[in-house]
């Protein structure tokens, strides 16, 4: 693994870019997160954000549901 910080994921997403990393609509992200079972998000001001390690996390979470469900 390199330690370009060129290639380094972005510590904060926007929604958009949230989307496109877990390859689903921006609109299932809204409803996701108004149903409080998405990635952990927060607002900054009026954007809603997205940390990697939290959109990460999440992931790893969903694949251990799928495994043991």
Do not use: C, K, N
Request: aromatic share 8%; hydrophobic share 35%.
């Amino acid at each position: 693994m390199s330690d370009d910080p060129a290639r380094r994921e972005p510590e904060l997403l926007t929604i958009t870019e949230a989307a496109e990393l877990l390859r689903t609509p921006v609109a299932t992200l809204r409803y996701w997160r108004h149903l409080g079972t998405g990635p952990r998000s927060f607002r900054l001001g009026r954007r809603v954000l997205y940390r990697y390690d939290d959109l990460q996390a999440w992931v790893e979470q969903q694949l251990g549901r799928s495994a043991t469900g």
